[in-house]
């Protein structure tokens, strides 16, 4: 049924992947990657024009997963989706944090599950529009390139494209997360010290200002 609904998206050109990458982000099984790989081998020329028209959706489409997430919670992936892939992206989201959504818009997982889990577990909407523009936008645009500059040869490499952004971006990531990470706990412990620090000076204060009264 739903292949015959892509099938269906398919004769729509642009305009049906704008539709099925909204869906994608939001509740859809199938992922838009396969809409953009098929209409972009009908005319490579249009790749990146096909990859722009995807991501934009995608990004519009993600605070609407995450808003069904918030109102109706984890129940509503059940109906849709594998149980294997929702078990996964919990277990990735409650160990990884944040760095799970990045390395999830680009592995086989598919992504409404991490806008969905996003709502259901209060994560920040504006960090997720974020992260979901970094990964989505990687995986986008590589699909888009390969078929602007290799033609339909680009077929064969597209298959591999999500272990290419993984095995090459997601090391840097989650390195820049770790030392954010690590930067915002040694911003914190040293406002604790200073805050330590202050209130002795407040105590003297507070102890002249009797004295004088």
Sequence with gaps: MFQAVVDFLKDFGPLGLFIHSFL???????PAFFLQVSLSLLNPSTAL???????VACLLGTPVGYYLGKV???????????????????????????AAILIGSFTPIPFKVFTILSGCLNFPLWRLIGYAAIGRGLKF???????????????SMVKDVSLYIFVGAVPIIVV??????????????????????????????????????
């Design 141 to 155: 645009y590589i699909v888009g390139a390969l078929f602007y500059f290799y033609g339909r040869a680009a077929e």
């Design 24 to 30: 994608d982000a939001v509740i859809f099984p199938i």
């Design 72 to 98: 109706m919670g984890k129940s509503v992936l059940y109906k849709f989706l594998k149980k294997e892939w929702i078990d996964a992206a919990t277990d990735k989201f409650q160990k990884n944090g944040e």
């Design 49 to 55: 024009w096909l990859a722009t028209v995807g991501y």
């Design 176 to 213: 820049y997360l770790f030392l954010r990470k690590r930067n915002n706990k040694k911003k914190a412990l040293a406002e604790k010290e200073a805050a330590v620090k202050s209130e002795p000076i407040k105590q003297s204060e507070s102890t002249t200002i009797q004295i004088d009264s």
